[in-house]
């Protein structure tokens, strides 16, 4: 792959001053404008205020139940019985066998233990991922809504975000919409699937579009598919590298967090080519180095003996989006259809509430006690400002008292 041999100067220069606050004795020209104008992550925003506000959080996502207890008696056991000192920095090799052999079984792939990165979560893979490939100038295709931390991480690395705006409620990929943006600097293609926020599993044919687009215009593609267990309804999952000639082309993410339903762990994952997979390495290893070995060892047991608790893991937050849907309907929502990941949509303006979603985000929160994620936050430009996302990994008791008071907000926002 040529771009792989272009090396380049990173230049804060090129990148737009903007206006955010000044800071008391530093120089403007010392302060990186891209983190200087961005503010906390929504996420964090929103668990703030719900704690500040005593809300219901359903904003942040995070389950509240779910988690095997033999994983975290291995994690207790790790801590007391294994080494407490710096892992290897590709992963404790235990595990990044396992996390082979767990795709080798689950997808039929081949991997082997050496083309795994374990990385702090799929947040460091992602910038990992980024930092390895992405040089000043390239284009980056992301398909928004997308998570929060690509757009800037593609900018910190001289990269420029170029988005596709998926919309509502079909959230489909279209073969002119992703050929239209293809230009000679796009460099990388950043796919999320399942995808956070909407919920959506992207079909067989969207992902043959993208594999197609990679290949004819050898593209790397980073595959975010940090939700592949958590599905619904029956539905089965298709690693992007299992494509024909996509395996030599894809950087694979995962998250023990999001298997495990364990997000505090940040033990997380990239899997590629051996080209790839070095290069990824070489920029984890100036990141974290390494993460909590204990927990890669319980995890490691995990993603070893864990299989059986994948499918009852599926129907218990199919059961939690069932009572959280039935009771946001009787309320009298309009929720979108979600059958991946632990997210729903509702639709704001289907339901009877004229303002935004940012006024109802911030409004909701503090006047009803119920924290949701604006959806707008999530795209570039383009974005639809009628949809909240709602976090349905959560106990009946945490789901009632939510929707009571998404009820709540309703009321005071359709007078
Ligand atoms: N990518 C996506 C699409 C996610 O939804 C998340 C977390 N919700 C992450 C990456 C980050 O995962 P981690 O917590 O393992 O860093
Ligand atoms: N990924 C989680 C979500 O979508 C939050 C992760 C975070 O807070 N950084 O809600």
């Given at each position: 792959m040529p771009w792989l041999m272009a090396a380049t100067v990173f230049s804060p220069r090129q990148f737009r001053l903007g206006d955010g606050p000044a800071i008391a004795g530093v120089e403007e020209a010392s302060l990186n404008p891209i983190y200087k104008n961005i503010g906390e992550s929504i996420f964090a925003r929103m668990s703030g205020l719900a704690v500040k506000h005593d809300a219901v959080n359903l904003g942040q996502g995070f389950p509240d139940f779910g988690w095997p207890d033999a994983i975290l008696d291995a994690a207790a056991q790790a801590v007391k019985e294994k080494s407490n000192q710096y892992a290897p920095a590709p992963g404790l090799p235990e595990l990044r066998q396992a996390v082979a052999d767990h795709y080798n079984r689950h997808f039929g792939q081949t991997l082997e233990a050496s083309l795994i990165c374990v990385t702090s979560g799929a947040t460091e893979a992602l910038a990992s991922c980024i930092l390895a490939t992405v040089t000043l100038g390239d284009e980056v295709i992301i398909f928004t809504p997308a998570y929060d931390s690509y757009a800037p991480m593609i900018r910190r690395a001289g990269g420029i975000p170029v988005e596709i705006a998926l919309q509502p409620s079909q959230w489909r990929i279209e073969r002119e919409a992703l050929s239209a943006v293809i230009t000679p600097k796009t460099r990388a293609i950043l796919f999320n699937n399942p995808q956070n926020p909407t919920g959506r599993l992207f079909d067989r044919q969207e992902l043959q579009v993208v594999a197609d687009a990679a290949i004819e215009h050898d593209l790397v593609v980073i595959a975010d598919e940090v939700w592949e267990h958590v599905l619904m309804d029956g539905q089965r999952f298709t690693p992007l590298a299992t494509l024909p000639g996509m395996a030599e082309r894809t950087l694979k993410i995962g998250s023990a967090g999001k298997i495990f339903s364990l997000t505090g762990w940040k033990i997380g994952w990239i899997a590629g080519a051996p080209e790839l997979a070095a290069l990824v390495t070489k920029a984890h290893q100036f990141l974290?180095?390494?993460?909590?070995?204990?927990?890669?060892?319980?995890?490691?047991?995990?993603?070893?003996?864990?299989?059986?608790?994948?499918?009852?893991?599926?129907?218990?937050?199919?059961?939690?989006?069932?009572?959280?849907?039935?009771?946001?309907?009787?309320?009298?929502?309009?929720?979108?259809?979600?059958?991946?990941?632990?997210f729903l949509c509702v639709d704001l303006k289907a339901s009877g509430i004229a303002i935004g979603d940012l006024s109802f985000a911030s409004q909701a929160v503090e006047k009803a006690g119920i924290a949701v994620v604006p959806l707008s936050v999530f795209y570039e430009c383009n974005a639809p400002s009628h949809l909240v996302r709602l976090c349905f990994g959560k106990r009946d008791e945490t789901i009632d008292a939510g929707v009571a008071a998404m009820a709540k907000a309703r009321d005071l926002f359709t007078r």
């Open positions: 974290t180095f390494s993460s909590a070995p204990n927990l890669q060892w319980a995890v490691a047991f995990g993603m070893a003996e864990g299989d059986a608790w994948i499918e009852p893991m599926q129907h218990r937050f199919a059961r939690a989006r069932d009572r959280m849907i039935a009771a946001l309907r009787a309320a009298g929502f309009f929720t979108l259809p979600a059958a991946s990941t632990y």
